[in-house]
């Protein structure tokens, strides 16, 4: 499969667009149905972080490429901003009851858990990449 | 994406429908608010055509469900949830207290 990559402005609005341009590289890519839903959902929170945090505000660039390498089906999520600490990101908690429980952090939490891999990488050039990878297991 | 508020004599039904990403979390959160301004905090929520839940979304609905529960006040039970939305709620540790229910009528009437 040939990369695809799918360049949109920095605006929540964008984020279906987005959803839709992976979930359709990941199913041509033969990446199994059941794993489209958290390659969807792990590529909709890195880009919500960019969204959100990269420009202060202001419009910037988010790039989304996908592509298959080895097994993996990766997509790689890149913008021009602020540099984003994912170390300043609390864990959260999952097991301890709502009450006590921060509700924050959940979503590089799903990133880390829905993919099978993933990199952060920030250089001024190349801007910040987030690159999220999922094993292909297709249907026997 | 739609929200749709059912007033019921033993909850409000909230119906949600569509995707559910970071840009419509803010109207997701307002229509629980509008619930508990009007005094009802025993909310259903059917998620039966919801196609993608993101964590804002997800945020919204725990501010909702500790918001209800205060003073034993209330609850948000949900009804319908997808397999692959009730997985990522399992991942976050939800359903060992969210209240899940295979289809509205069961939520309405354990209220």
Redesign the interface.
Known sequence: MPPFELCVNSD??Q??RI?EFVSLSARRAGVAE?DV?DI??AT??AC?NS??HAYDGDTGEVRICCWVENKDFVVRVTDFGKRFDPDKVPV?D??????SRD??G??L??MR??TDGIEFHSDGEKGNQVILRKRISRAE | MTIETKELKRCNVIKLEGRFDSSVAPALAEAFRESMDDGVYRIVVDMSGVQFFSSAAIRALLMAYKECRRWNRGDVRLAAVPEHIAGVFDLAGILSFVEIYPDTTFAVGSF
Request: hydrophobic share 45%; no cysteine; aromatic share 10%.
């Open positions: 929540l609005s984020l279906a959803s059941a839903y969807q959902m909709d929170e919500t969204i959100e959260p999952t097991k301890a009851p709502l009450e509700i924050g959940l979503g939490f799903f858990e829905l």
